[in-house]
Protein backbone atom coordinates (compact mmCIF):
# COMPACT_ATOMS: atom_id res chain seq x y z
CA UNK A 1 0.00 0.00 0.00
CA UNK A 2 1.33 3.53 -1.03
CA UNK A 3 0.04 7.07 -0.91
CA UNK A 4 1.75 10.63 -1.98
CA UNK A 5 2.89 12.23 1.12
CA UNK A 6 4.24 15.50 -1.60
CA UNK A 7 3.98 15.98 -5.87
CA UNK A 8 7.25 14.29 -5.41
CA UNK A 9 7.35 12.00 -2.76
CA UNK A 10 5.32 8.56 -1.52
CA UNK A 11 5.66 6.21 1.81
CA UNK A 12 4.74 3.04 1.37
CA UNK A 13 3.82 0.17 3.68
CA UNK A 14 3.48 -3.78 3.50
CA UNK A 15 2.39 -6.92 5.48
CA UNK A 16 2.03 -10.27 4.59
CA UNK A 17 2.09 -13.69 6.19
CA UNK A 18 4.04 -16.47 3.85
CA UNK A 19 4.14 -19.84 3.90
CA UNK A 20 6.46 -22.54 2.39
CA UNK A 21 6.04 -26.38 2.37
CA UNK A 22 9.12 -28.25 3.38
CA UNK A 23 11.54 -29.85 0.39
CA UNK A 24 10.64 -33.67 0.06
CA UNK A 25 13.71 -34.55 1.71
CA UNK A 26 12.98 -33.37 4.98
CA UNK A 27 9.66 -35.38 4.91
CA UNK A 28 10.96 -38.47 3.03
CA UNK A 29 14.55 -39.24 4.09
CA UNK A 30 15.16 -43.02 5.17
CA UNK A 31 11.40 -43.72 4.08
CA UNK A 32 11.89 -47.33 5.48
CA UNK A 33 12.21 -45.83 9.00
CA UNK A 34 15.46 -48.30 9.45
CA UNK A 35 18.58 -48.00 11.78
CA UNK A 36 21.10 -50.73 11.69
CA UNK A 37 21.49 -51.88 15.02
CA UNK A 38 24.92 -50.32 16.97
CA UNK A 39 24.97 -47.40 14.43
CA UNK A 40 24.97 -44.61 17.22
CA UNK A 41 23.40 -41.80 16.64
CA UNK A 42 24.10 -41.71 12.69
CA UNK A 43 20.62 -41.61 10.83
CA UNK A 44 18.10 -39.07 10.65
CA UNK A 45 14.30 -39.79 9.22
CA UNK A 46 12.01 -37.82 7.63
CA UNK A 47 8.61 -36.71 8.93
CA UNK A 48 5.70 -36.34 6.81
CA UNK A 49 4.11 -34.55 9.36
CA UNK A 50 5.73 -31.48 9.52
CA UNK A 51 4.08 -28.04 8.73
CA UNK A 52 4.92 -25.30 6.39
CA UNK A 53 7.60 -22.73 7.41
CA UNK A 54 5.64 -19.23 8.75
CA UNK A 55 7.21 -16.25 7.97
CA UNK A 56 5.48 -12.64 8.95
CA UNK A 57 6.75 -9.43 7.27
CA UNK A 58 6.69 -5.73 7.65
CA UNK A 59 8.05 -3.24 5.85
CA UNK A 60 7.49 0.92 5.86
CA UNK A 61 9.59 3.51 3.70
CA UNK A 62 9.37 6.31 1.45
CA UNK A 63 10.87 7.57 -1.64
CA UNK A 64 11.01 11.53 -2.26
CA UNK A 65 12.49 13.14 -5.14
CA UNK A 66 15.41 16.01 -4.86
CA UNK A 67 15.43 18.21 -8.00
CA UNK A 68 15.01 17.01 -11.43
CA UNK A 69 17.31 13.48 -11.47
CA UNK A 70 17.64 12.20 -8.30
CA UNK A 71 15.61 10.15 -6.07
CA UNK A 72 15.87 9.02 -2.18
CA UNK A 73 14.29 5.74 -0.63
CA UNK A 74 14.85 4.19 2.88
CA UNK A 75 12.67 1.13 4.01
CA UNK A 76 12.92 -0.16 7.12
CA UNK A 77 11.75 -4.29 7.37
CA UNK A 78 11.36 -6.90 10.13
CA UNK A 79 10.67 -11.06 9.54
CA UNK A 80 9.34 -12.97 12.01
CA UNK A 81 10.17 -16.68 10.92
CA UNK A 82 8.55 -19.78 12.60
CA UNK A 83 8.19 -23.06 12.18
CA UNK A 84 11.63 -23.47 10.87
CA UNK A 85 12.94 -27.08 10.16
CA UNK A 86 15.00 -28.69 12.58
CA UNK A 87 15.84 -32.06 14.38
CA UNK A 88 14.97 -33.71 17.28
CA UNK A 89 17.10 -36.75 18.88
CA UNK A 90 14.96 -39.96 19.57
CA UNK A 91 15.95 -42.57 21.56
CA UNK A 92 15.51 -46.13 20.33
CA UNK A 93 15.06 -49.44 21.87
CA UNK A 94 18.13 -50.73 20.86
CA UNK A 95 20.84 -49.84 23.57
CA UNK A 96 22.45 -46.41 22.81
CA UNK A 97 20.91 -46.13 19.42
CA UNK A 98 19.72 -42.99 18.22
CA UNK A 99 18.21 -40.87 15.36
CA UNK A 100 17.40 -37.44 14.81
CA UNK A 101 13.53 -36.63 13.22
CA UNK A 102 13.00 -33.61 11.50
CA UNK A 103 10.72 -31.34 13.18
CA UNK A 104 9.40 -28.04 13.32
CA UNK A 105 10.79 -26.12 16.23
CA UNK A 106 13.60 -23.46 14.89
CA UNK A 107 13.11 -19.83 15.21
CA UNK A 108 14.51 -16.80 13.68
CA UNK A 109 14.04 -13.15 12.79
CA UNK A 110 15.71 -10.62 10.56
CA UNK A 111 15.48 -6.68 10.55
CA UNK A 112 17.22 -3.76 8.91
CA UNK A 113 16.79 -0.87 6.86
CA UNK A 114 18.10 0.33 3.65
CA UNK A 115 18.80 3.83 1.96
CA UNK A 116 18.96 4.15 -1.37
CA UNK A 117 20.14 6.96 -3.73
CA UNK A 118 19.53 6.95 -7.14
CA UNK A 119 20.40 9.56 -10.18
CA UNK A 120 18.53 9.28 -13.81
CA UNK A 121 21.15 9.50 -16.29
CA UNK A 122 21.64 13.20 -17.37
CA UNK A 123 25.16 15.28 -18.41
CA UNK A 124 26.28 11.60 -19.57
CA UNK A 125 26.36 10.10 -15.98
CA UNK A 126 23.56 7.87 -13.96
CA UNK A 127 24.54 6.18 -10.93
CA UNK A 128 22.83 4.38 -7.80
CA UNK A 129 24.24 4.14 -4.41
CA UNK A 130 22.44 1.83 -1.36
CA UNK A 131 23.52 1.32 2.18
CA UNK A 132 21.63 -1.94 4.11
CA UNK A 133 22.15 -2.44 7.86
CA UNK A 134 20.39 -5.79 8.77
CA UNK A 135 20.37 -8.31 11.55
CA UNK A 136 19.73 -12.21 11.29
CA UNK A 137 19.35 -13.79 14.46
CA UNK A 138 18.14 -17.47 15.09
CA UNK A 139 18.68 -20.14 17.38
CA UNK A 140 20.42 -22.14 14.30
CA UNK A 141 21.47 -22.40 10.67
CA UNK A 142 21.24 -26.00 9.91
CA UNK A 143 18.01 -28.15 10.33
CA UNK A 144 20.31 -30.80 11.31
CA UNK A 145 21.93 -28.72 14.09
CA UNK A 146 20.63 -30.60 17.11
CA UNK A 147 21.50 -34.12 15.35
CA UNK A 148 25.39 -32.73 14.64
CA UNK A 149 25.60 -31.56 18.35
CA UNK A 150 24.56 -34.88 19.61
CA UNK A 151 26.69 -36.68 17.51
CA UNK A 152 29.34 -34.48 18.88
CA UNK A 153 28.65 -34.17 22.49
CA UNK A 154 27.87 -30.66 22.40
CA UNK A 155 25.12 -29.22 23.82
CA UNK A 156 22.48 -27.30 21.87
CA UNK A 157 21.99 -23.77 21.73
CA UNK A 158 18.90 -22.35 23.78
CA UNK A 159 19.77 -18.83 23.15
CA UNK A 160 19.71 -16.24 19.58
CA UNK A 161 22.38 -16.31 17.66
CA UNK A 162 23.80 -15.12 14.97
CA UNK A 163 23.04 -17.03 11.74
CA UNK A 164 25.54 -18.11 9.25
CA UNK A 165 24.21 -15.31 6.45
CA UNK A 166 23.90 -12.46 9.12
CA UNK A 167 26.09 -9.86 7.55
CA UNK A 168 25.75 -6.80 8.93
CA UNK A 169 26.29 -3.89 6.70
CA UNK A 170 26.36 -4.36 3.00
CA UNK A 171 26.99 -1.48 0.82
CA UNK A 172 26.88 -1.01 -2.91
CA UNK A 173 27.14 1.64 -5.87
CA UNK A 174 27.16 1.59 -9.36
CA UNK A 175 28.33 4.54 -11.91
CA UNK A 176 27.90 4.91 -16.12
CA UNK A 177 29.39 7.18 -18.03
CA UNK A 178 28.15 7.44 -21.15
CA UNK A 179 31.46 9.35 -23.08
CA UNK A 180 29.33 8.83 -26.91
CA UNK A 181 26.03 7.98 -27.98
CA UNK A 182 25.79 4.30 -28.01
CA UNK A 183 28.58 3.75 -24.99
CA UNK A 184 29.27 2.85 -21.55
CA UNK A 185 31.50 2.28 -19.26
CA UNK A 186 30.49 1.83 -15.83
CA UNK A 187 31.98 0.70 -12.14
CA UNK A 188 30.14 -1.32 -10.15
CA UNK A 189 31.60 -1.81 -6.40
CA UNK A 190 30.51 -3.82 -3.83
CA UNK A 191 31.20 -4.10 0.36
CA UNK A 192 30.11 -6.41 2.85
CA UNK A 193 31.37 -6.73 6.19
CA UNK A 194 32.12 -10.29 7.45
CA UNK A 195 29.85 -13.31 8.32
CA UNK A 196 29.90 -15.17 11.54
CA UNK A 197 31.73 -18.67 12.17
CA UNK A 198 32.25 -20.01 15.15
CA UNK A 199 35.64 -20.22 16.71
CA UNK A 200 37.62 -23.73 17.44
CA UNK A 201 41.00 -24.98 18.96
CA UNK A 202 42.11 -27.99 18.11
CA UNK A 203 39.33 -28.98 16.46
CA UNK A 204 36.99 -27.90 19.98
CA UNK A 205 34.92 -25.21 20.01
CA UNK A 206 36.00 -22.56 22.39
CA UNK A 207 32.68 -20.09 22.63
CA UNK A 208 28.69 -19.81 21.73
CA UNK A 209 27.75 -20.71 18.16
CA UNK A 210 29.25 -18.07 15.68
CA UNK A 211 30.79 -15.66 17.99
CA UNK A 212 33.23 -13.94 15.53
CA UNK A 213 33.06 -12.35 12.51
CA UNK A 214 34.88 -12.98 9.01
CA UNK A 215 36.78 -9.72 7.64
CA UNK A 216 35.14 -7.76 5.17
CA UNK A 217 35.22 -8.42 1.66
CA UNK A 218 35.06 -5.44 -1.05
CA UNK A 219 35.05 -5.90 -4.96
CA UNK A 220 35.30 -3.43 -7.88
CA UNK A 221 34.28 -4.42 -11.58
CA UNK A 222 34.37 -2.61 -14.69
CA UNK A 223 31.76 -2.65 -17.58
CA UNK A 224 31.78 -1.39 -20.70
CA UNK A 225 30.16 -1.46 -24.49
CA UNK A 226 29.80 0.16 -27.69
CA UNK A 227 27.03 -0.55 -30.43
CA UNK A 228 27.80 0.88 -33.49
CA UNK A 229 26.49 -0.26 -37.53
CA UNK A 230 28.55 -2.57 -39.10
CA UNK A 231 28.14 -3.08 -43.17
CA UNK A 232 24.10 -2.52 -42.68
CA UNK A 233 24.19 -5.06 -39.44
CA UNK A 234 24.12 -3.95 -35.84
CA UNK A 235 27.59 -4.78 -33.97
CA UNK A 236 28.95 -5.04 -30.24
CA UNK A 237 32.32 -4.16 -28.40
CA UNK A 238 32.53 -5.28 -24.55
CA UNK A 239 35.16 -5.30 -22.27
CA UNK A 240 34.10 -6.03 -18.79
CA UNK A 241 37.06 -6.70 -16.53
CA UNK A 242 36.04 -8.26 -12.74
CA UNK A 243 37.78 -7.74 -9.68
CA UNK A 244 39.53 -4.72 -11.16
CA UNK A 245 42.26 -4.16 -8.25
CA UNK A 246 42.75 -7.99 -8.20
CA UNK A 247 41.57 -8.03 -4.81
CA UNK A 248 41.89 -11.32 -2.43
CA UNK A 249 38.91 -11.37 -0.38
CA UNK A 250 38.84 -14.45 2.51
CA UNK A 251 36.13 -16.30 1.82
CA UNK A 252 36.47 -18.71 4.07
CA UNK A 253 38.55 -18.86 7.39
CA UNK A 254 40.05 -21.42 9.60
CA UNK A 255 38.39 -20.95 12.83
CA UNK A 256 41.37 -20.97 15.25
CA UNK A 257 42.81 -17.87 14.10
CA UNK A 258 39.61 -16.70 11.70
CA UNK A 259 41.89 -15.76 8.55
CA UNK A 260 42.55 -17.72 5.65
CA UNK A 261 45.61 -16.64 5.30
CA UNK A 262 47.56 -18.61 8.17
CA UNK A 263 46.51 -21.54 10.76
CA UNK A 264 47.91 -22.68 14.04
CA UNK A 265 47.27 -26.06 12.75
CA UNK A 266 51.37 -26.54 12.74
CA UNK A 267 51.93 -25.96 16.33
CA UNK A 268 50.25 -28.96 17.55
CA UNK A 269 50.57 -30.79 14.41
CA UNK A 270 53.76 -32.93 13.64
CA UNK A 271 54.89 -32.69 10.04
CA UNK A 272 55.31 -35.71 7.66
CA UNK A 273 56.94 -35.70 5.02
CA UNK A 274 57.11 -39.33 3.45
CA UNK A 275 56.79 -40.14 -0.43
CA UNK A 276 54.06 -39.40 -2.44
CA UNK A 277 52.34 -36.70 0.43
CA UNK A 278 52.41 -32.98 0.42
CA UNK A 279 54.11 -31.61 3.37
CA UNK A 280 51.88 -29.80 6.08
CA UNK A 281 52.18 -26.08 4.81
CA UNK A 282 51.27 -27.45 1.29
CA UNK A 283 48.18 -29.07 2.32
CA UNK A 284 47.62 -25.78 4.55
CA UNK A 285 47.51 -23.63 1.50
CA UNK A 286 44.09 -23.32 0.16
CA UNK A 287 43.46 -20.93 -3.12
CA UNK A 288 40.09 -22.14 -2.60
CA UNK A 289 39.28 -19.92 0.57
CA UNK A 290 40.11 -16.82 -1.86
CA UNK A 291 38.05 -14.63 -4.09
CA UNK A 292 38.78 -15.28 -7.74
CA UNK A 293 41.74 -13.47 -8.94
CA UNK A 294 41.24 -10.91 -11.42
CA UNK A 295 39.12 -11.65 -15.17
CA UNK A 296 39.20 -9.76 -18.09
CA UNK A 297 36.70 -10.65 -20.56
CA UNK A 298 36.52 -9.13 -24.53
CA UNK A 299 33.60 -9.61 -26.40
CA UNK A 300 32.43 -8.96 -30.12
CA UNK A 301 28.58 -9.72 -31.29
CA UNK A 302 26.71 -9.23 -34.98
CA UNK A 303 23.24 -9.91 -35.08
CA UNK A 304 20.69 -8.93 -37.71
Known sequence: MAFPITDQG?????????????????????????????????????????????TTQYEVGFSQQVGQDIGIEMTMFYKDIRNLNATKVIQSFVAGDRYGLYINQDYANSKGITIALSKRPSAKVSGNIDYTYSISEGNASDPAAAFLDEQ??????????????????TFNTSLTYHPVKNSGIGLIFRFGSGFPYTTAYLGVRTSFENNAREPSTYNLDLRSYYH??????????????????????????????????????????????????NNLDEFLVRPDFFSSPRQIKLGFSISL
Open 152 to 169: SNVEPEKMLVPLDWDQRH
Open 228 to 277: FNLFGLKASLSMNVYNLFDIRNELVVYSDTGRSTYTLVPTYTPQYSGPGY
Open 10 to 54: HMHFSYGHFFQIPSFSYLYTNPEFEIPAGSGAGYTMGNADMEPQR
